[in-house]
């Protein structure tokens, strides 16, 4: 019944691996989202996808990679990890239809690289 | 750019006590939605409220109230009778009409002791 899920929950990994976090919706949602909250809370978008095609790719390293399968999942894919991408990583999705506009986020991943 | 500012970084009340959160917002768009969203300690993103630029009518849900004022590019949120499940972080956000991302304020810790 989730509406935004993604996994896993918490990711512990070292400097240099290359590990991947999973979104999926069932709202329905043209649109999903990553967003990235640092150590200090501030939240800001990484990428952004509408109907698997990408309309947001802001500064993001080329690293982080984002894939589309379909318009319900919205995977993330980072290389190399670096002590600096430890954070909270929340997917997100949302309806074009202006009358509803609304935000669903997943409960996010903490990622943590040692 | 758009921009939104909570200028506080934390508040802390005693139980009961009235708790306003300000938030201020920069776009030249005419057409945007405003959005507060709560963070409580298990870290997931709580919807509160959307708000259109075309409607500066203030809302009240129980104990939280919104006063928009598009004057002043204002969006505050009160917090009435605080109680100890209101600690959380707060955030402000903003969307333009003509765009799909969601631009965060900082954020507001909000503590409430009992």
């Known amino acids: 019944d989730t509406a935004v899920s993604q996994t896993p929950k918490y990711l512990v990994t070292q400097m240099g691996n290359d590990k991947s976090i999973k979104c999926e919706q069932n709202?329905?949602?043209?649109?999903m989202y990553w967003y990235k909250q640092d150590s200090k809370k501030f939240l800001k978008i990484m990428f952004s996808?509408?109907?698997?095609?990408?309309?947001i790719n802001e500064t993001v390293p080329n690293r982080f990679s984002p894939k589309s399968p379909d318009k319900a999942h919205l995977n993330l894919h980072i290389n190399s990890l670096e002590l600096g991408d430890s954070a909270v990583y929340f997917c997100?999705?949302?309806?074009?239809?202006?009358?509803?506009?609304?935000?669903?986020f997943g409960s996010g991943t903490r990622l943590t690289v040692v | 750019a758009q921009k939104v500012t909570q200028a506080q970084t934390e508040i802390s009340v005693v139980e009961k006590e009235d708790v306003t959160l300000d938030c201020v917002y920069e776009?030249?768009?005419?057409?945007?939605?405003l959005f507060w969203y709560k963070q409580p300690p298990s870290g997931e993103l709580v919807f509160l409220i959307r708000?259109?630029?075309?409607?500066?009518q203030n809302e009240i849900s129980g104990r939280y109230s919104w006063n928009f004022q598009k004057s002043t590019s204002s969006f505050n949120f009160t917090i009435t009778a605080s109680q100890v499940v209101d600690s959380a972080v707060y955030f402000c956000?903003?969307?333009?009409?003509?765009?799909?991302?969601?631009?965060f304020g900082g954020g507001t810790r909000v503590l409430v002791k009992p």
């Open positions: 956000a903003l969307r333009i009409a003509a765009g799909n991302k969601l631009t």
């Open positions: 708000r259109n630029s075309f409607d500066e």
């Open positions: 776009t030249r768009d005419t057409t945007y939605y």
């Open positions: 709202l329905g949602h043209d649109t």
């Open positions: 997100a999705s949302s309806t074009t239809n202006r009358q509803t506009y609304g935000y669903t």
């Open positions: 996808y509408n109907n698997k095609e990408l309309i």
